[in-house]
């Protein structure tokens, strides 16, 4: 057997949560796990009007020192609603040379489920907040092109 180098043999996992508060807000938290990273990143948002409320990103290992410098960019989020244009925003906070592109593409996955969360508002039944989901992304992704065919 050939002994593999650490990308020969890679696995990377990531993970989503999103959990409504009390108060009105929404904590997304995002994690990301792989020999060479364990990092978490946590986000605030009013849930009524996706505005972020704060950002921050905790690497607890990381390849070099430098990679939690992004931790400080991660407060040009704060402000912006979550909707049109958020993949313009993550490459403005977290693009360039003291950018991060795994925390882009970590925010990428997670932001998005604000929308979610919005569009079932109010919604207990699984099946029609799918259907609301549907209603409410429709044009947003290949999932939602068109209205959904009603039975």
């Given at each position: ?31 990301l796990k792989d020999r060479f990273h364990d990092v ?112």
């Amino acid at each position: 057997m050939v002994d593999l180098n650490p990308m020969e043999d890679f696995q990377r996992d990531i993970s989503y949560r999103l959990l409504k508060q009390d108060d009105g807000t929404a904590k997304l938290t995002a994690l990301l796990k792989d020999r060479f990273h364990d990092v978490v990143a946590e986000v605030v948002v009013d849930v009524a009007t996706l505005k972020i409320l704060s950002a921050k990103a905790d690497f607890h290992r990381s390849p070099t020192s430098d990679c939690g410098n992004v931790s400080a960019r991660m407060q040009g989020l704060v402000g912006f609603v979550i909707g049109k244009g958020l993949q313009r925003k993550l490459t403005e906070v977290l693009g360039g040379r003291e950018g991060c592109g795994n925390m882009r593409n970590l925010l990428l996955g997670l932001l998005p489920l604000a929308l979610n969360l919005k569009a079932a508002a109010g919604i207990s039944n699984e099946q029609e907040m799918m259907d609301a989901i549907h209603d409410k992304l429709i044009g947003t992704c290949a999932g939602y092109l068109s209205p959904r065919e009603k039975n």
